[in-house]
């Protein structure tokens, strides 16, 4: 293990010692954590790797989105939305919201700092955390810093990276090909025959976005999806499913979903969607498969506007070849086949994290690791579970703050002379 004994290693970057915890990610997650520790008057910095907040909702999601689930499931800790602001908010809406958040609570990001590794220093019992610059106009581009503090708050998501599974073919197909966090709009896919990889929410909104600029969408279900209501007479389904949860075990809501769903969307599989024999909430729990909440797919697929197809065996010059032995032809290729969390690229030295990105206790119990390291918003529970770690991780560190900040100022004063502070 590196140390800070390693004088040349250490001296070699810029390095900036920060009092308080070192946040990484500038999205909802960690600007709820950095809220919740400004009210308990604890300073941080938080390193983003891109050039504003909430960059995924920014930059990496598409122009009709609008949150699936109703408004007060969806607000941080210590401000709610607007009361103006409708049941289910625009995606403009939430972004401007995260703005003023951010505004509310003065919250300043480091932007443009890209953390490519962080590690815990046995030596001197300090995260240390290093960090690329990205930001060509800011001058910092490649520029490395360490940043070195006495905790350690991983808020980079869940979707931190997209998945574009390989595919036989693919670079034979010669059409155009972009993962769904690229698309803004079906605009340019107007008259084309577009295959759609991947039936989660989004690649079920965007057909359905597809079908709205007269494209034909051609929607991939390689296995089995479960597809409810996004409200029943006019309640949300979420809401209701969390209700009935405080008074029934999961099996039973399971089941109460899947009549309802039945109720209200009819039979699916005979459009291609099979359910999973697991009831979608423990599906949700045990595998992290989000259900679909429709919002206009279904009645879009029963239209015959979006085809239901099979899995992909392989892709050829403006082709598509499917499982079942179908050949279609094909302009576009969108693929909505999900994320993955970035950390076991940078975060080392700890098994707090499993392979997959997410930490291996589950909720509610994922958000404290040991040696002042700590996670939020990979509950698999969206930005309800993200606000309830962050409420319990600026407690925790309060509290060890008011206990350490002596020891801290000893060391900062140690190292003054090679180090600034913020
Ligand atoms: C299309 C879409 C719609 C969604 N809709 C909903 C919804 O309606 N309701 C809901 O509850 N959830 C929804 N989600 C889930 C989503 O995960 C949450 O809304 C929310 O964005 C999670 O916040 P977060 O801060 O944990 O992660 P993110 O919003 O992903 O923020 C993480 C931040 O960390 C930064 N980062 C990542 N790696 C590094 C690094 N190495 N160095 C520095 N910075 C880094 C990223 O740039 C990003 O800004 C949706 C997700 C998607 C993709
Ligand atoms: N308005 C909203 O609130 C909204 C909108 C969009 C997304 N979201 C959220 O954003 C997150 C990501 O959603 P997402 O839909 O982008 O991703 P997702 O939920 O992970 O869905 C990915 C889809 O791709 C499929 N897939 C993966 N690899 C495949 C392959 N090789 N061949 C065929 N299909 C493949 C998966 O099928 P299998 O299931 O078979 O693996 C699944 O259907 C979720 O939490 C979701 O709820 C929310």
Request: proline share 6%; net charge positive.
């Amino acid at each position: 293990m590196s140390s800070m004994s390693d004088p040349f290693d250490f001296f070699s970057r810029r390095c900036v010692w920060v009092h308080g915890p070192i946040i990484v990610g500038a999205g909802p997650s960690g600007l709820a954590v950095g809220a919740c520790l400004k009210e308990q008057g604890v300073p941080f910095v938080i390193l983003e790797r891109s050039d504003c907040i909430a960059s995924l909702w920014q930059k990496r999601t598409y122009d009709r989105l609008k949150i699936h689930l109703p408004k007060q499931f969806c607000q941080l800790p210590k401000l709610p939305f607007p009361e103006d602001y409708p049941e289910y908010p625009s995606k403009e809406e939430f972004i401007r919201y995260l703005e003023s958040y951010a505004k509310h609570f003065n919250i300043n990001p480091r932007f443009n700092q890209s953390v490519q590794s962080a590690r815990y220093d046995e030596t001197c019992r300090l995260w240390r955390v290093r960090t690329v610059g990205t930001g060509a106009e800011a001058g910092n581009w490649n520029a490395e810093v360490e940043y070195i503090g006495r905790w350690l708050v991983v808020a980079t998501g869940e979707n931190a990276e997209k998945v574009v599974p390989e595919m036989e073919g693919l670079a034979q197909f010669g059409g155009d090909v972009t993962h769904v966090c690229d698309y803004k709009s079906g605009d340019i896919y107007r008259g084309k025959r577009v295959l759609v990889v991947g039936c989660g929410n989004s690649g079920m909104e965007v057909c359905v976005d597809l079908c709205d600029h007269d494209a034909f969408p051609s929607m991939v279900v390689r296995d089995s999806v479960h597809v409810l209501p996004r409200e029943v007479l006019g309640k949300s389904t979420f809401e209701l499913a969390v209700f009935l949860l405080k008074w029934l075990p999961l099996w039973l809501v399971d089941r109460i979903l899947l009549v309802l769903a039945w109720l209200v969307l009819g039979n699916v599989e005979k459009y291609g969607l099979k359910r999973p024999s697991t009831g979608p909430l423990e599906l949700k729990n045990t595998q992290g498969r989000t259900p679909v909440l429709d919002i206009g797919t279904l009645s879009k697929i029963r239209s015959g506007d979006i085809t239901v197809v099979p899995g992909v065996k392989r892709f050829m010059p403006s082709k598509v070849e499917l499982v079942d032995g179908q050949v279609l032809d094909v302009d576009s290729v969108i693929f909505a086949t999900g994320y993955r969390s970035n950390v076991p690229r940078w975060l080392q030295g700890t098994d707090f994290f499993s392979k997959d990105g997410y930490p291996k206790v589950p909720f509610p119990n994922g958000w404290k690791g040991n040696s002042g390291l700590y996670a939020v918003g990979f509950t698999r529970r969206g930005l309800s579970g993200a606000s309830s770690d962050a409420v319990r991780i600026a407690k925790d560190i309060a509290r060890v703050w008011k206990e350490e900040t002596k020891p801290a100022k000893g060391l900062t004063a140690c190292h003054r002379r090679c180090m600034s502070q913020i």
